[in-house]
């Protein structure tokens, strides 16, 4: 082969890594001949879908020969019920990934800059480079963002900026004085993109709502997603919701058919099934519990969080100890593609799966 195609893609894209998800159980079953396994790298809802999820995807099979409803009318009208905007703010898509990258290819372009912290989600950099733009990282604080230093970081360049509240993988967050200081800081011809995707799962009081700052702020895009208190992350739905003009650019280079019609069913069903998604947050907070005292008696040294996750300091073993847990039938995430090689992140799980987890890490460390 006389011809490099790797060179002839765009510059940004030749500066990619492709994104590493969490190591999945089939996998893991493959490599080692283990039959019990249990995953908790991905912050999925180990209590799943809800059953009024289920039965809607289940219902809506029989139309699986047709292109779904590209506008997605009856979610996004129940969406629109359910937060208290107008449905012309929201823009649909597959998982809230999809939406990242619609803000990304709609507002970014060569020469242009993107700014998000550093330990911030790796899809925010992809996204950046995808489009030729300039990432620019802002060293972070106590693992969380420094938002004083974020908006300092803003120049002329500047297009878009990504937050993220909770802050995946850290599941630090900032209260709602830091964000409406930051806020107003920000030039109206800067995007600024809230990603909310563990939303549902904060319990602090001051934390705050990007929903609410919209009419103050025309340049925030907030994004959500179905796929972790909702449990729906196999069927891929997320949403934006922005000033009608945003969701107007946005829909404008969004594929047509972007979210399949199960999903469009599942999602709008999960919407209002309150008993799961309380069942899944009293799940989630007695998990954290019960994980987080669980590192303390084994002496690791834990970054708080506030999502469904904790990110936990293994010194310079974290490779080694992942591998163990491994080995153990236990699958959590390193972080050494966030720049943090020294630390794993673990789902909260149901209280069984969690004290297995526990159990497993006392079982590599102490041998």
């Given at each position: 082969m006389t011809c490099d195609y790797t060179q002839l893609a765009n510059n940004g894209v030749q500066q990619l890594r492709p994104y590493q998800p969490g190591k999945p159980v089939e996998e893991l079953q493959r490599e080692l001949g283990l039959?019990?396994?249990?995953?908790?790298?991905?912050?999925?809802?180990?209590?799943g879908p809800s059953h009024r999820a289920l039965e809607a995807a289940r219902r809506s099979l029989d139309q699986i020969h047709l292109y779904p409803?590209?506008?997605?009318?009856?979610?996004?009208?129940?969406?629109?019920?359910?937060?208290?905007?107008?449905?012309?703010?929201?823009?649909?898509?597959?998982?809230s990934n999809d939406v990242l990258e619609l803000v990304a290819r709609a507002y970014l372009q060569p020469g242009d800059e993107a700014v998000f912290s550093e330990y911030a989600f790796a899809i925010y950099p992809l996204v950046?480079?995808?489009?030729?733009?300039?990432?620019?990282?802002?060293?972070?604080?106590?693992?969380?963002?420094?938002?004083?230093?974020?908006?300092?970081?803003?120049?002329?360049?500047?297009?878009?900026?990504?937050?993220?509240?909770?802050?995946?993988?850290?599941?630090?967050?900032?209260?709602?004085?830091?964000?409406?200081n930051f806020l107003a800081r920000v030039p109206e011809r800067v995007i600024v993109v809230l990603d909310e995707a563990y939303f549902e799962y904060v319990e602090e009081s001051h934390y705050p709502d990007g929903l609410k700052r919209l009419d103050r702020y025309p340049n925030l895009v907030v994004t959500r997603t179905f796929s972790k208190i909702h449990g729906l992350a196999g069927l891929r739905v997320g949403y934006a919701?922005?000033?009608?003009?945003?969701?107007?650019?946005?829909?404008?280079?969004?594929?047509?058919?972007?979210?399949?019609?199960?999903?469009?069913?599942?999602?709008?069903?999960?919407?209002?099934?309150?008993?799961?998604?309380?069942?899944?947050?009293?799940e989630n907070t007695a998990g954290l519990v019960q994980l987080a005292e669980g590192l303390d008696a084994l002496g690791f040294t834990q970054?708080?969080?506030?999502?469904?996750?904790?990110?936990?300091?293994?010194?310079?073993?974290?490779?080694?100890?992942?591998?163990?847990?491994?080995?153990?039938?236990?699958?959590?995430?390193?972080?050494?593609?966030?720049?943090?090689?020294?630390?794993?992140?673990?789902?909260?799980?149901?209280?069984?799966?969690?004290?297995?987890?526990?159990?497993?890490?006392k079982q590599v460390t102490c041998r």
């Open positions: 039959r019990d396994v249990v995953k908790l790298a991905s912050n999925e809802n180990p209590l409803d590209g506008a997605g009318f009856e979610l996004k009208h129940a969406l629109a019920d359910n937060l208290g905007v107008s449905s012309d703010r929201i823009t649909l898509g597959n998982g950046t480079l995808g489009c030729s733009a300039k990432p620019v990282s802002v060293d972070s604080h106590l693992y969380g963002h420094d938002l004083a230093a974020m908006a300092d970081a803003i120049t002329e360049r500047t297009r878009v900026v990504f937050l993220a509240n909770p802050n995946n993988p850290t599941g630090t967050w900032f209260n709602d004085q830091a964000l409406d919701v922005s000033h009608p003009q945003i969701a107007d650019v946005l829909n404008r280079v969004r594929q047509p058919f972007n979210v399949n019609i199960p999903a469009l069913a599942a999602a709008q069903a999960a919407l209002g099934d309150l008993d799961h998604i309380e069942n899944s947050k009293g970054i708080p969080s506030v999502a469904n996750f904790i990110a936990f300091d293994c010194g310079g073993d974290a490779e080694t100890v992942y591998q163990g847990l491994l080995r153990e039938g236990v699958i959590v995430r390193p972080l050494g593609g966030y720049g943090l090689p020294n630390h794993l992140r673990v789902t909260a799980g149901t209280a069984r799966d969690n004290e297995r987890f526990l159990q497993a890490l």
